[in-house]
């Protein structure tokens, strides 16, 4: 009986067919042969393409980007290392456009480019089904490409390697690379299928049952040979019956004899091929003579019954494999598999001699039915065989393999099985029978992504949890998943969802910002729709999630299109499957041992396992016994917290989070029993929960042990494996499918650590302790569960979350980052999504050995090495430390600072905060960090090379550490200088000089003591900046300080503030910087009063004479100056006067005078010329008596005003009573 239940060891890995960049996808129109009916005739065209989505319909979408025709092509591998070696190609636009991509994993780390250009080549005429062909010339590293379009026109490119590694490669003549013919035969015969036995021989099928054979001598000859093969003449008589033997296809009536599939022998003498009418035929090349033929199923020729005759559906894609395996069996030169899709039955025959009719072929298994139990597998009576490819074991038959793709409705899958053609009959049976292995498809169907705990779709939400969850935060993290959803796809829904809304409504929704921006602003604008007044908060959540349900049913309906299956392909020199759907690359790989557990839980709780089933679970270091044991335990945790109710789910999820991100202080057993009852878990658990338990368990769980529990955990590593060393650098498909790879399996190891803790802690504390055995020690198993589970969450946020600044992982990817700078540099992000992951230890993917033939366990064994790299030589903290210190050199601070969660309490890592706060202008909090981290960081317990081997602190800054608290806090206070925090900068040079010890250097003090000064002075801090200045040893410095000082003081109008300082020793240089700020004012009425501090600050040191000096200077200027001075209201003049009295009337008579410079206005000619006036004026001495007299006589003209006299007399005049 076959399985009702597909046994799983395969998976998919989706990877986005995404442009790699902007502008590197390049655009052919290609000319066509002859002139179209209104005679003109296209005109070849490059151009570079600029993808734009916005405002890109559900139609234009299709266009573009969802193919209806695609398959890979892989050219052979040589020891030359051929790159690019492997090639995806679309059929797009109806038909119209050829899309071809280099799809290869690695290269190898001398080559300097990366074959990351798109190619999109335009027809003038869609392409037809099954036209399209590709070889590898022998003597050009390049692909060749044939086409037939519907005008029948046959196109010959050859595409050099450069086109798709340098954009300059194909900017050349397009008819150089680009050749087109019409074959003869095409004017009266319409071409079905294309098949390239190599660059220079075609073999095409004609509607009419013939064969054409196309031949030229060299690649570059356009001049095709030709040659037919067709068993009939043509005749009148043929023509009449033409109808009742034909199959209709594409507006084409294809004849029944007509050719459905094409292979050449190995011998190259033979044609076989396999028609419409269900035979299989041979051609001999050379005579053009039919040889051997046979019904596909070996039955005997009916042609006289009047059973209708059974035709294969033309749009059947394989139906043969022409095989050269060494050793035939019976005498064969070479086998041949055919497919008949009239019993879905495959047959092996054995090739003797191709031309003789009655022995030249044989059935090398006549007993077996080679019947892949799709029905079964697939659960439908209905289906139909796609393609299937035949790989032949290392020696021959033995170990062979057989691939099929099998489609049923709208559902396809792929199946494999690995069976010796050799073996006897029942056993070979058997293995038909019950051996096949599916595919899973992987996470990112419909169906997957409805299971994923991340879908806001699928969480049941109450009104207090809405409250507390931000549902467009939730939505927004599940769409924009590095991944997940291309922008393409997004763009077009949200155009159609914009649709809905009000035209007068959407003039108000952004129709500019970011794809996140606008996806916001059309739901939030949704769920206001017909709101006005006071709005209900609860209600409008409740708006928001319904419309962003409507909107990911719009994404969902296009993802749905995007999974459609095109093609199975195969690579016979990696052994490696692909699939090929309409907006997707799935790379096949082979499940690691958690994976086969998981997705065969029902078939490994069985007693009896299949040998595919068998050979997957078991191990060096496990029987079959012991995984099935181990895949029961880890079913039955996923089932036990599966079945709790969903507001565990979250409390739990948070409760582990604070365990995992929080530094404890209780005991082990203490956090095991917080988390236990903070869950409230022995309430949810039922009876029928534990009777569920016990049962997927298949024994007691008092048969659960420390060991068992230790075990399942080891499944999560990687096995130790022989390995080889190349050096190679990964391509870019191969980084996308290590990060698809990399985030399943992270995704899945941390659910399966959650469901293991969960069946620990409800074992630990809510069964009976004869309930459980005595080995069972939980808390053991906590501690090892919480360390892999912190190493999963940080890795989880690392592949999950994208970064900005993009980071080159291989000599390759350098040089088209460096483009990319070129051509972006006015842009603040280059055009390319990258995970932190991606980012930070892409450049390591290639650093460690892989075993050599990993097959389809390439991918597999490959993501979970490159998983390991991140803690493999250094511990949690260590790598964490790295990761954060990247970050802040990327200029990620966002991220960083979401990232801060994982960061624990170390030095160094309280020191790395310390720079995230600052970047965020959270200096305060910087502060703390800095001055916490301070004292290791200082006193030589601290080695920088050991912390920073990413060199964050640059070269002329590494002394700053380990040297004294002095030189680390003045390193600190440099760092919040560059931020402009100068408050916290005085901060830190007073710590600095409060840890000055004798020994220090003298130019250490200096430093601190200047930035103190300028940070206090920039906070107006005046009392410490004058602290600063006089603790100045060096006397320029000093000098120039003080300068500083009196001028800002009198600037912030402190003058009272100025004047308290006692300038001990500095009181001649403050009075000589007042003095010049009084000379070099311009304007007495609006600038400082710089005179009247100047004469405040001599009276307050006694020198009454010299404040009395300044009072006089400072008349002078405003008898010549002001414009006030003939306002008899003004008094400015005589209160200068008065004060200028009383000062000179403060000292003794003999003494109550000075000396002034002479006025300008008494002896200076108008010819003076600038400048030279001063140096000739002469110094007079004025005294008491005389300025009273000038007071009198500014008093008597203050009068005469009043009174309407105004003199006329040159102001000269007045003076001359000196």
Known sequence: MANSEATYIYKEARLNLEPAYPG??????LPAHSTSTFGSRSQPKRSIVTEKYIDQDEDGFAKRHLASEGSMFFRRQDKRDKYPRSFLWRILDNRKELEIQSTDLDQDFSHKFEANLTLLLQFPSPIRPFGIAFAEPEDCDALTVFAITTANELYTLTLHRDFFMKPAASDIDIGDWCKTSSPTPFTFRIPYRLVAVNVNELLISLDDGSILRLVRSS?????????FYKQNTWSLRNMIWKGQNTVRFNNLDLDASTAAALALSPDGKHIFSVCLNHRLRAWNVGTGRPGVQRDLLDEPDRANDKVAPYFIGPSQSTLQAVLNIPGGVDGALYHIITYSPKQHQFKFWGVRDADNVDLGIFDVQPDVAFVPPVDDLMNTTV????EFFFNPGPSGWRGAEIWIRARSGPSSKVYSLRFDLNEEPTKLAHVWKHEWVSVDPGPLTVDGLKRNPANPVEQELDTLELYKTDITEQWLDFLFFPGRFTTASLETALLVYRRGLDLKRSGHVAAKGSLKERICATVSAFAAIGKTGTVDYNEYEDNVTAQWQVFYGLVKDLHKRRGESLSLAFDYETDMPWLVLSDYLSAIRKTNHAETMSLNAAALASTHLNRPLRNAVKSESRTVAESQELARLLNAAATFRRNLPVAFHRQFQRHVDGELLQPQSLSVYDRMESIERSCDLPSQVSDDDLSTLVEELGTGVKELTTDMFLNAIQLLSQENQARTNQKRQIARFGLSALVRVSQETLERNYEILLDLLALVLFMQFDLEEEDISEDFDGSEIFVEIINQLKDYTVLKWMAGTAWSHQSPTGPSSEVTMKTLDETFKNSRKLPITQTVFEGIYGHRSTNFPLPDKLKTKLLTVWSREWIAEVFKEQNFDSAIEVVMGILLLQREYDLAFEFSKFVQEGNWAMYLKGRMYIALGEYTLASVCFQKAAYNLALGMFSLDDADTINFIPLDQRDSFSEGLSRYYHHVLGLFEKAKAHSFVADFAKLGLSNLVGTEEETLKT???????????????FDEAYSALTRHTDVSLRKSSLQTLVTTMVQQS??????????????????????????????LSSGPPYHQILYSFRISRNDFRGAASILYERLQRLKSTSSKVHDPADESLTH???????????????EAYILAEQRLDETAPPQWGIGKAKKMLKRQIVTLETIRKEYQAELDRVAAIENGHFPFVDGGDEMDIL
């Open 24 to 29: 590197s996808t390049i655009s052919f129109v």
């Open 219 to 227: 690649r570059g000859n356009v001049v095709w040979t030709e040659n």
């Open 383 to 386: 289906w139909n065989l796609e």
């Open 1007 to 1021: 430093e601190l003591l200047s930035r103190l000064f300028s940070a206090s002075i920039q906070t107006l801090r």
């Open 1054 to 1083: 402190q003058p009272q503030a100025l004047l308290k300082f006692p300038f001990l020793g500095l009181t001649n240089d403050v009075d000589t910087i007042l003095a010049s700020l009084c000379y070099n004012t311009l304007n």
């Open 1136 to 1150: 200068c006067y008065l004060t200028l009295i009383n000062t000179l009337s403060s000292v003794g008579e003999e």
